[in-house]
């Protein structure tokens, strides 16, 4: 699509008017992605009336793209929803749950030549569904993965593999992270691919020896 980025992208997750201000001024980023839980901490419900004008907002700062997720018990309604979601732009991404009347409402989805990503991925055979479901991207939570137990960089890892192995371009698109050290261990295995909360936008610019080494250089030309 036209002003498309290749390489590595960056989301921000929220949903937060002035985090949204704050960080995708910088440029740093090629997006934004929300889901329902995400609107409910900003006060904002999942219709179109509440999404419609942060949408609207957001691709005001010219980022390529922005991901909602579309709601509904049933296919139909996943339907309904993701496309009036789409509809909203084409830059647009829908986030679909990666359930079976989830499966479904992409491949409708798909007829009508929206973008998907299949969202709440715990096992790396998903990564193999998605692929095969032709999804734009797929979304495993890295973060919760740990929590439950498992080996979340080697499920990422696998994931990642398959999606190589596949030669489909969808595309790993990890979430629940809560480290920026997280981005640089899953990069390292060939992720590219990542969206984080404010939090962890913040800790991209916390290196203590570099705020001290700004700080000299300052000091320096100003004669200090």
Known sequence: ???????????????????????LSTGLFHGVTTNPTILDRSGLRSTIGDIAPLISEILDYDVPEVQAQCWGTETEA?????????????RLVVKVPITEKGIRAVSV???????????????AHQALTAAAAGADYVAPYFGRIGDSGQDAPGILRTMQQILVASGRSTRLLVASLRRADDLALLASMGCDTFTFSPAVAEQLFSESLTIDAAAVFERTAAGL
């Open 78 to 90: 996943l339907v309904e929803s993701g496309l009036a979601l789409a509809a909203l732009d084409p």
């Open 109 to 123: 989805l798909h007829k009508h030549g929206v973008r998907t990503t299949l969202t709440a991925v715990y096992a």
């Open 1 to 23: 699509m036209p002003g498309e980025r290749s390489g590595v992208r960056l989301f921000l997750d929220t949903a937060d008017r002035e985090a949204l201000q704050r960080w």
